[in-house]
């Protein structure tokens, strides 16, 4: 699967974005996605995931009550609405597919977008 990411940009804190991600190839119900950021000198973290049948939703505390994922199966598309965002949301964002895996670590997802630049001012 190949995965396209798009829809950041700047934003003021307490804004909101709703980046999304575009996937190719007719199984992608089949696989798990996340999203994963990483800030400039930061290492990348996890922010939240779905399954294949959008039945089971995880987040890190750091964005849970402000972030919601959701997936279109039909549109083979997965997005990410950020809500109440702060300076500390600033990252690129990745979209991460794995069709057996489901889990916070990005060792658990081998297919990645090229990534899109969240940037919230102050």
């Known amino acids: 699967v190949q995965l396209q990411a798009s829809g950041g940009g700047l934003v003021q804190t307490g804004g909101s974005l709703r980046p999304s991600c575009a996937a190719s190839?007719?199984?992608?119900?089949?696989?798990?996605m996340a999203w994963f950021r990483q800030a400039p000198g930061q290492e990348r973290d996890f922010v939240a995931a779905?399954?294949?049948?959008?039945?089971?939703?995880v987040y890190s505390d750091s964005v849970k009550g402000r972030f919601t994922i959701s997936r279109d199966n039909a549109e083979n598309t997965v997005s990410l609405q950020m809500d109440n965002l702060k300076p500390e949301d600033t990252a690129v964002y990745y979209c991460?597919?794995?069709?057996?895996?489901?889990?916070?670590?990005?060792?658990?997802?081998?297919?990645w977008g090229q990534g899109t630049l969240v940037t919230v001012s102050s």
């Open positions: 779905i399954n294949w049948s959008s039945s089971r939703t």
């Open positions: 991460a597919a794995d069709w057996r895996n489901f889990g916070a670590s990005s060792r658990d997802y081998d297919y």
């Open positions: 190839g007719r199984t992608f119900i089949r696989y798990n």
